[in-house]
């Protein structure tokens, strides 16, 4: 079985174009916003944004209401956030097997070296160290490019000889001129992990990604070993649902090919240890009796490593709708795997906004209502839609793949069987999105790509609530919607199939937003809401994400590849009757809609036919849809769009420092837990490095 990609990111430029300047507008944000009103205002001097370097900006996130929480839910969320923390090297380690090696070196230096540290090479190395926390790791997290630094090769090489050889990570009888010769070649030559995921289908996907999923195998006999390893199953009449290969490293030793597991004893022991052991002090503060079965099924999975255990796991944690304190912990997203097989580890600490979460029940109450009333194929939707919740959430703490750069929604879990059987639950993030909201008043990035005043005042009315809305539909019921034809996976689509669910997801979303039905339930005052929805995810599929792609590069980011699909080909179809414009005006490109129900229109007869080919599992057509639309770029518009973006001095990617808990005892008891907001990326970073490194450099 596979899974879905459920996680709808929108980094800073992604999700505040649809809501700059709103913010002034008071009561709009807080009628639709998680946090309460008293908790914005009394810290209206918190500062959100901390620093920027490269493409990059650091942000806090607050945590409101966590001092009306009880005693034994502040332990509780302590005590998963030190587990959220403990699996960070995993993230790290599953990205690129020199990360560790190249982390800890860069540290070391940075801690010791004693030379100039004003110069311009040591200043350059601790960009390229910063960007190497923001990125976990020596790819970039969005393009997956490797990340070229800026100091020179000699400045390196005479930092590692002026610091204390101790506090270098050194293998065994390994000289210093040895390690500093492996170190440049690591870092300085560009044929070296060049790609973190590579989705060219020209090539191996394996052999060309340097996630470290897999030695030693071809794409090929990476195939053909989970094929047969399903047929056998099957043969033998075991359970084939489980999602194969999800937790291991395939490797070849001695020309046989075998899993090496992620568990208790197994790769990554010492890390899982001790994810294992906070989770086992959860158990013992969990808020009910389902919460706490479905912690000790989690745990029982990382020591065993089976699958099987997994999705009994899975089954108890979505049906566990009472608890107010919620957590994600485990291998669970499949982006950084080329095949979409193996999954990174990450964990999200969280508990509900009850307020909030209003607005979410009302859309899952009504999801049977949106499935039948879908443009797709009748065969291809669900005839009852079972355990679909939703809610919004606080958010604690972020962690491995999650932590620093996160999603705003999560829809989960994966397997396709137990969202079926079972339902899933789907999460949008307040506090982190009111972050990225209050980070971005008054960039200017909204006022120069928008089309007219008239598409600025829509979106400072209603862009906020069209927008969070918009994710709630994404995750909720996006995600959840069709279904698949018998016999059917989600690994059929390979390397497209993160963009197309991703597109899947978007055009449920986008299709009902402008649907009166939002005004009926309340959800929106106005299908004006929808119509701000509409030019903000043209403007940015079309033109404004290409701020995050260099000159000369193409779409690889599945996400960014779903929105310029949806665009260009909304666009091309469109294109005689004029649905939505290109113009100019003062030399400057601009987009418009001119007919939002003919795009609407549009958005379903592309739902429709993406929901078949996830279906029919139609790799062909995944493909010819993406290749065609998603992934070329118009290299003069993005010259253009590239140089007014440049004058705004915005960095198009945001990432967080997580607050920090501290414990207050009463003689051996804990009589409380405080929530602290650091506010500097480096010094969490290092503090992280030397409190929750648990596995070996190599």
């Known amino acids: 079985m596979h899974f879905l990609f459920q996680r709808y990111y929108f980094f800073t430029q992604m999700k505040p174009l649809r809501i700059i300047a709103i913010m002034s507008v008071t009561v709009s944000v807080m009628s639709c916003g998680g946090q309460k009103k008293d908790e914005k205002t009394e810290k209206d001097d918190f500062k959100y944004l901390t620093e920027q ?5 650091i942000l806090r996130y607050q945590v409101p209401g966590f001092g009306s929480l009880s005693l ?5 969320i302590y005590f998963l956030s030190q587990s959220a923390l403990c699996g960070r090297d995993i993230t790290w380690d599953q990205n690129c097997r020199y990360n560790l090696l190249v982390r800890r070196t860069c540290e070391a230096v940075y801690e010791g070296y004693k030379g100039d540290r004003s110069s311009a090479d040591f200043k350059n190395f601790t960009l390229y160290l910063k960007e190497l926390w923001f990125n976990n790791g020596l790819h970039h997290h969005y393009s997956t490019d490797k ?3 800026e100091f020179s090769k000699g400045f390196f090489v ?5 610091v204390e050889p101790s506090t270098l990570p050194l293998a065994g009888c390994q000289t210093l001129e040895q390690f500093t010769l492996e170190l440049t070649k690591i870092i300085f030559d560009p044929s070296i992990a060049l790609k973190r995921v590579s989705l060219d289908p020209s090539g191996d996907l394996v052999l060309a990604s340097a996630c470290n999923f897999y030695d030693g195998v071809t794409q090929k006999e990476a195939e053909e070993f989970y094929k047969n390893l399903k047929d056998a199953d099957a043969k033998a009449k075991k359970d084939t649902r489980i999602s194969y290969g999800l937790n291991t490293k395939l490797v070849k030793v001695n020309g046989r090919i075998k899993e090496l597991p992620w568990k208790v004893g197994g790769l990554y022991s010492p ?3 001790k994810i294992v052991f906070w989770l086992d002090q959860a158990k013992t503060v969990a808020e009910t009796r389902e919460q706490k079965a479905s912690l000790e099924k989690l745990v029982d999975y990382y020591r065993t490593g089976s699958l099987v255990s997994w999705d009994e796991y899975n089954v108890l944690w979505v049906t566990d709708l009472d608890a107010l304190v919620d957590f994600v912990n485990g291998f669970i997203e499949s982006y950084g795997d080329p095949l979409a097989m193996k999954a990174g580890w990450e964990s999200v600490v969280n508990f509900k906004d009850m307020e909030a979460t209003r607005r979410t029940k009302i859309v899952s109450d009504n999801a049977l209502f ?3 009333n879908s443009p797709t194929d009748a065969q291809y939707k669900k005839k009852e839609v079972k355990g679909i919740t939703a809610k919004v959430i606080t958010v604690a703490q972020l962690g491995g793949e999650c932590d620093p750069t996160t999603p705003i929604g999560i829809n989960l879990p994966n397997a396709n069987w137990i969202r079926s059987e079972h339902g899933s639950k789907s999460v949008t993030m307040d506090n982190i999105t009111y972050a990225y909201d209050q980070a971005s008043l008054g960039n200017g990035f909204l006022e120069e790509f928008a089309a007219s005043p008239e598409e600025i005042a829509k979106i400072r009315e209603y862009g906020y609530a069209a927008s969070s809305l918009t994710t709630d539909m994404h995750e909720c019921l996006g995600h959840a919607s069709g279904q698949l034809k018998p016999g059917i996976t989600h690994d059929m689509l390979k390397n497209y199939h993160s963009s197309i669910e991703e597109s899947r997801a978007d055009l449920f979303a986008l299709y009902y937003i402008m649907d ?4 009926e339930l309340g959800l929106l005052k106005s299908l004006k809401a929808g119509e701000a929805e509409y030019d903000a995810f043209i403007r940015n599929g079309l033109m404004t994400q290409l701020v995050r792609i260099k000159p000369g590069k193409n779409i690889e980011e599945s996400h960014m590849r779903d929105r310029a699909l949806i665009a260009h ?12 414009e290109r113009f100019s005006r003062d030399g400057k490109t601009y987009f418009r809609i001119n007919d939002y129900a003919g795009l609407r229109g549009l958005f379903g007869q592309l739902l429709k036919e993406i929901q078949r080919i996830t279906s029919e599992g139609d790799y062909q057509a995944a493909k010819d849809l993406i290749e065609t639309y998603a992934v070329k770029v118009d290299r003069e518009l993005h010259k253009e769009v590239l140089e007014r973006y440049k004058k705004l001095n915005i960095a198009p990617y945001a990432g967080f420092i997580n607050p920090s808990y501290e414990i207050v005892k009463q003689g051996d008891s804990i009589s409380d837990v405080k929530v602290i907001y650091p506010d500097d990326f480096a010094t969490q970073m290092m503090e992280y490095s030397k409190n929750y490194s648990f596995l070996p450099v190599r």
Do not use: R
């Open 271 to 273: 890390a899982i240890e």
């Open 72 to 76: 034994k839910q502040k332990k509780l």
């Open 516 to 519: 009166p039905k939002m005004e």
């Open 53 to 57: 370097f490269g493409d990059s900006k």
């Open 147 to 149: 990340t070229q630094p």
């Open 370 to 372: 949106f499935e039948t």
């Open 158 to 162: 005479s930092a590692l000889k002026a």
């Open 569 to 580: 080909w909304v666009y091309e179809k469109g294109k005689n009757e004029k649905i939505v």
